[in-house]
């Protein structure tokens, strides 16, 4: 067999020196390879077998003769060579196109699903996220800064989820398939100039410094939300400064809880003022209010309806899988005799789990756990559809719940803010308001959070672990459920003779007119059961060096008059299902005092923010400064909720000095 070893020596030659495929080469191979099978391959009628030729002689003894015969050898070689050519032009033409010009490409999903329980994809995220606050923000690294607005740093991609199957059970809970495919190599590695993000913030001014003589009544809403102190970590934790729009002070400052005096009596809550030299100002003075919510011991029962987002860009692990897991925390601090019913919406909305007692809690968790996620954000629907069952489940002396959980924005239904306002401050009217919580990042719409839960008398918060999501929802439940004052304003008026200067920090999205104060038909902000408040002003004392502004020329001038008082401190607030509201009335006198450690700690993290803002307001005081005054103020921390602030505002000062 020397001569077919060298002619398969000629063919393995020709092959590696075979010609750049072309299309013009790929077609002229084809053509004449299809030719010649039509010349040579066909054959007349089948010759009769024979002992020397049987019929089934077997294709390999067949190839190899027909090779064997010489006036075949050099055309079979020839016409494979081509056809092995024209295939080879073939299938690598594609990936050339694909290397060679940009494509957006969808990642496929497979036709036929191998089913994932959605209870390992909790466990991952239960894994992934449950860190100590200490581990969260320690092993972290910074990352090149970017506009967190339009970029973000790729996490390798997570476990994809697709909808295989979907019905209704007998009991009303969907039952569908989870499945996995793998995402292309590519986006299973970090890539971290590429950016997904579509998150979305306000752009809001900061409060500007107001002339007392000028302008000497401030007027704001109380606000209790929290949602802004857990995106910053979750930024820091990524490596990442956060987005200045998304960093409200109020927010920041008022995620922690404080050991403030407790109200006595039948009041529902408690303030207190406290006026201390400003950290980062020895020329100007923080006047500091605090306000204590009264606990509640005897709760009537709760009807919650969890109205959760299902829509295909809850996929992640830090989406669907961990609200299923946050909310199976809830489960265990809910009373026998509550109710819960749950809602998804994606494409459309459906009932998954009628009316049910939270002493069945089973079957709550299974119908949680046959969630995935796919379709569109028809989170409008999922709204009325929400409200329809909560109105359903309400009864005299009970309280009812919509717990709205979402990755952001509602592309589906009701599109405008405004409409979605309208329609979720329509319905707190009946008394059930309605709390959003937050989970993942790449599509937040934060603006539309906040415009629903303030309308809805509800709170905001974001999840980001399912660490938060144990404070949230198991330590603050009563706290989030059970609302003791609603319409709480807080109106400052300030002594002209007093204060040169003064400003609010923080509660822009807050802020009502003078005229608001006095009227029970505007909105303001609910204190829940045993939430603290705190809401703080830098103001400058006449005669003082930090007075940025000069007296009018033609300007009216402040009389000699009252020295004694610094300001007079208003509150409103109303019972719940009362409409008419009640007054408070305090006068802060003149005079410095200790801050004390709830004050000085509160005042670190308003620091904080500033300086994440970006706020020229502070002078030369930087991150160190407000380490070293969060350090000497964590009291008990019980916990590691300060201790862990420490450690995001040492990140924040590593990462800007990049």
């Given amino acids: 067999m020397p001569e077919f ?16 495929p072309d299309e013009a080469t790929k077609e002229a191979a084809l053509r004449r390879a299809e030719e010649n099978f039509e010349r040579l391959q066909g054959s007349a009628s089948a010759a009769r077998p024979t002992d020397i030729s049987p019929k089934r002689a077997g294709f390999l003894k067949g190839l190899g003769q027909m090779f064997m015969k010489p006036n075949l050898k050099p055309m079979m070689l020839a016409t494979s060579s081509l056809v092995i050519v024209g295939v080879g032009v073939v299938l690598t033409m594609p990936l050339l196109r ?218 992640d692990a830090n989406k669907l899988p961990l609200l299923v897991q946050s909310f199976r925390l809830m489960l265990g601090q809910l009373h026998p005799e509550d109710e819960v019913a749950i809602v998804t919406y994606a494409g459309s909305a459906g009932t998954v789990l009628e009316p049910t007692k939270a002493s069945e809690r089973r079957k709550i968790e299974d119908a949680l756990l046959r969630l995935s996620a796919g379709g569109s954000t028809a989170g409008g629907e999922g709204l009325r559809a929400a409200y329809t069952l909560a109105d359903q489940m309400s009864r005299d002396g009970e309280v009812s719940r919509v717990l709205l959980a979402t990755d952001g924005d509602f592309n589906v239904g009701m599109q405008s803010d405004a409409e979605l306002k309208s329609f979720v401050e329509q319905k707190r009217q009946s008394g059930t308001y309605l709390s959003v919580f937050g989970f993942g990042r790449g599509n937040v719409n934060d603006a539309l959070m906040q415009t629903l839960a303030q309308n809805g008398n509800g709170q905001a918060a974001y999840i980001d672990t399912l660490a938060e999501a144990q404070k949230v929802l198991v330590d603050q439940l009563s706290g989030a459920m059970f609302t003791i004052a609603q319409d709480v304003k807080i109106q400052v008026e300030f002594n002209p003779a007093t204060v040169a200067e003064y400003r609010l920090i923080g509660y822009e999205t807050r802020a009502l007119r003078r005229e608001d104060f006095n009227n029970d038909r505007v909105d303001a902000g609910e204190i829940g059961a045993g939430h603290t408040v705190t809401a703080l002003y830098e103001i400058t004392p006449v005669g003082s060096d930090a007075v940025l502004t000069d007296p009018l020329r033609f300007g009216s001038t402040v009389e000699d008059g009252n020295t004694s008082d610094l300001a007079f401190l208003r509150l409103r607030y109303k019972e719940p299902g009362v409409t008419q509201s009640k007054l408070l009335e305090e006068v802060v006198p003149v005079g410095v005092q200790n801050a004390g450690p709830e004050a000085s700690f509160g005042a670190a993290i308003a620091g904080f923010a500033q300086l994440l803002r970006g706020e020229t307001a502070l002078g030369d005081w930087n991150y160190a400064d407000a380490v070293a005054l969060a350090n000497a103020n964590k009291g008990s921390d019980e916990f590691g909720y300060r201790a862990e602030a420490v450690q995001l505002i040492r990140l924040a000062e590593s990462m800007s000095r990049n």
């Fill in 98 to 315: 694909e290397q060679s010009a940009p494509a957006l490409r969808n990642e496929a999903v497979a036709s036929k699903p191998s089913p994932v329980s959605i209870s390992e994809l909790s466990e991952a995220a239960n894994d992934a996220e449950q860190e100590s606050p200490r581990a969260r923000a320690a092993t972290s690294q910074p990352a090149p800064e970017r506009d967190d607005a339009t970029a973000s740093v790729a996490a390798p991609g997570p476990m994809r989820m697709a909808k295989s199957a979907e019905g209704f059970s007998a009991q009303g809970v969907a039952v569908s398939n989870l499945t996995t495919s793998s995402p292309p190599l590519r986006d299973r590695l970090p890539q971290s100039g590429i950016s997904q993000s579509r998150d979305q913030f306000l752009d809001v001014s900061y409060n500007p410094l107001k002339v007392t003589s000028e302008e000497p009544v401030s007027t704001f809403s109380i606000d209790v939300d929290t949602a802004s102190y857990s995106w910053v970590r979750s930024s820091l934790s990524r490596g990442q400064m956060p987005d200045p729009n998304s960093v409200r002070v109020e927010e920041m400052v008022n995620y922690f809880p404080y050991a403030y005096p407790a109200p006595e009596g039948d009041v529902p809550f408690r303030q207190t003022v406290t006026v201390s030299e400003t950290p980062w100002n020895t020329d100007t003075q923080l006047m500091h209010i605090a306000i204590q919510g009264a606990q509640i011991t005897d709760r009537p029962p709760l009807n919650l309806v969890f109205l959760l987002d299902t829509s295909g860009s809850m996929q």
């Fill in 5 to 20: 070893e060298d002619e398969l020596d000629k063919l393995r030659a020709a092959l590696r020196e075979a010609p750049a």
